[in-house]
């Protein structure tokens, strides 16, 4: 269970800081805490900081600053515990966030951070020896929630590799919702991915969810419209294999593939600013918006 979310004691007047003076890389990662909710050092390092020494530093600061709250997670292996952070109500003022988005408690943090270590298993899942950027988009379930009719993805992610391309619509599936819950969703994603090449992908902490999902999706009536576009993957193993992941197919008559054999369509999905990347980074530090035009087409 996560801790409870804290903010630092208020600091003297004097020693508050101006949103103008935090650097562009600071801004980028409230920014991005903003979008996502919550995130771990872990995931902001690799997200925005890259040194986790420099990511502790900086969160730190923001935190004492008044601009971050943070909560205690329970520790994942020997070595102690770490912290989960997000963009406090005085730094969603200073920084004029929209002040009614409501940031998530209990097992929903959980949901969010699952979301976020997914895309940050996916950028490390780029070949040291790619041309181009993996990840070349990355919309957070508030940017997702218009993006296709009457479905609403926890996220949506392009991909770029040498062969082709792939978008994946991410279900970050937490073991809660029931049979009915989850058909209901694959009727409305069969609908709305009908005339696209986009995968829908449940994300899941144990093969025996993925299977208890394949056998759900795999019962009447039979998903034509989602044939080859719905799979579901255990995040653990994609932490560890990358693109070699294991696919488990939703729907009848379709074999196990991997995520990298999602990258089959020929169409560029390219971005100027790919996820994870110092154009990225400034354009979010800086108040600019990415163009996904090519990225979701």
């Known amino acids: 269970m996560i801790g409870a979310f804290v903010a630092a004691p208020a600091p003297p007047s ?99 951070l699952n979301g976020v270590e997914t895309v940050c298993a996916l950028l490390a899942a780029q070949p040291p020896d790619a041309a181009e950027p993996l990840v070349t988009a990355w919309l957070t379930e508030m940017m997702a929630h218009d993006v296709l009719p009457k479905t609403y993805p926890d996220a949506v992610v392009a991909l770029q590799g040498a ?69 579901a993957l255990v995040l653990p193993d994609l932490r560890a294999r990358g693109l070699a992941t294991p696919l488990v197919a939703l729907n009848p008559g379709v074999g196990r593939t991997t995520v990298g054999g999602l990258l089959a369509d020929p169409a560029p999905r390219r971005c100027p600013t790919s996820v994870g990347s110092e154009a990225w980074l400034r354009l979010l530090g800086t108040g600019g918006a990415e163009d996904h035009a090519e990225a979701l087409r």
């Not at 919702?177 to 992908?201: F, M, N, Q």
Request: net charge positive; with cysteine.
């Open 14 to 112: 004097r020693a508050i800081v101006d949103p103008g003076l935090l650097t562009w890389r600071d801004h980028a990662a409230l920014r991005i805490l903003y979008r996502a909710d919550v995130a771990t050092t872990a995931q902001l390092t690799a997200l925005v900081y890259h040194r986790r020494q420099t990511a502790q530093e900086r969160l730190a600061a923001l935190y004492s600053a008044g601009y971050l709250e943070r909560a205690v997670l329970p520790p994942a292996t020997r070595g102690g515990a770490p912290f989960a952070f997000r963009v406090s109500p005085r730094g969603r003022r200073r920084l004029h966030f929209d002040p009614l988005t409501r940031s998530r408690a209990g097992t929903q943090l959980r949901h969010s």
């Open 163 to 231: 062969t082709g391309s792939a978008v994946l619509c991410l279900e970050i599936d937490e073991s809660t919702e029931r049979g009915p819950v989850i058909r209901d969703k694959l009727a409305r994603y069969e609908t709305a991915l009908w005339s696209r090449t986009w995968d829908l992908v449940f994300v899941v902490g144990s093969p025996e969810r993925a299977s208890r999902l394949a056998a759900i999706g795999r019962s009447k009536p039979v998903r034509a419209g989602l044939a080859g576009k719905a799979w």
